[in-house]
């Protein structure tokens, strides 16, 4: 009876359910969170979590075994000098990309949100990003032929008369020795080149939020050109700047690929953790490798989060 009476009042179970979700929003919005954050939980954390725990257990270097006695030697040796030094060397490369990709992006973000709109905004868009449509390895290896000796960077260096300070300042090798294809310039190129769009793209957006009658009160009390941008248009694209450089410094930190390809010979902590794991075997070390970008990152997001970087994404 109670069936009919619903059927002939028109309150079927899928009309009562999203009654009852309209009436309580909370509900119908944890309903659409449990998948992801399933999802998110069981399978991201958790395996991220199996593998930090892997950090503890004990390889043997005579088997090449790993046994589950836990010890905290590999996290340990993370500060032995050699490792220590593939730590600061790559934390040193990321830091510097992030400075540079912020120096030649902020020109170029500040023309496309001040100075151009319509189909002229919409081609610098499409050649921003268009970069990111081709493939991260073909770039790589594209970069490789252009630093080589013989490339197109090494003819520009030949004819601006830069290879001698290049060689003295930089402490590359000149003819006679290696390209920039086997220096941490031409690694350093290589970097800013791949994430440049990501550091373009959020200041953009933050100068675009910027209100013009500022730049006009700015004008009307006086101040220059100069002072406008130190004093108003800088610090307020500064959450923009640290937007991009999470991307710009979370990238370079774990990448394993540019410094296998480009540069000189020496580890990355990306590379450390492929290589550990790959060639050796050892999987406990490479899981406390791969604790040092989480905690570095970690870190440099909770300094960027007091420069309002998560409020410009």
Not at 66 to 88: E, G, R
Request: proline residues 7%.
């Amino acid at each position: 009876m109670s069936l009919v009476a619903d059927k002939a009042t028109g309150f079927t179970p899928l009309r009562r359910l999203s009654d009852l979700l309209y009436r309580r929003p909370n509900l119908y919005l944890l309903m659409l969170l449990i998948p992801p954050l399933l999802w998110f939980g069981a399978i991201y954390l958790g395996s991220l979590l199996n593998l930090l725990w892997q950090g503890f257990y004990t390889f043997d270097d005579f088997t090449m075994a790993v046994t589950p006695d836990l010890t905290l030697a590999n996290f340990a040796a993370l500060f032995n000098p050699a490792n220590f030094d593939i730590i600061l060397r790559t934390l040193s490369m990321a830091v510097a990309v992030s400075l540079a990709s912020a120096v030649l992006a902020f020109p170029i973000a500040y023309y496309m949100a001040r100075y151009i709109s319509g189909r002229t905004k919409a081609f610098f868009y499409i050649a921003v990003m268009m970069p990111m449509w081709a493939s991260y390895i073909v770039k790589t290896y594209a970069w490789t032929l252009l630093l080589a000796k013989g490339g197109v960077a090494q003819w520009f260096i030949q004819q601006l008369h830069l290879q001698p300070l290049l060689q003295l300042v930089l402490d590359i090798p000149g003819v006679g020795g290696s390209t920039l294809s086997t220096s941490h310039l031409g690694r350093f190129l290589v970097f800013v080149y791949i994430w440049l769009p990501f550091m373009i793209l959020p200041i953009q957006a933050a100068l675009e939020r910027l209100p013009p009658s500022l730049l006009q009160a700015s004008a009307d009390l006086g101040a220059k050109p100069r002072q406008t941008f130190m004093q108003v248009i800088l610090p307020l694209s500064v959450p923009g700047i640290a937007a991009g450089s999470i991307f710009t410094f979370s990238l370079t930190l774990g990448d394993f690929i540019v410094p296998q390809l480009v540069g000189p010979p020496g580890y990355f902590i990306g590379s450390m953790v492929y290589a550990q794991q790959g060639a050796i075997g050892n999987m406990p070390m490479a899981a406390a490798f791969t604790l040092v970008p989480i905690v570095l990152i970690a870190v440099y997001l909770s300094i960027v989060k007091r420069l309002g970087a998560f409020d410009a994404l």
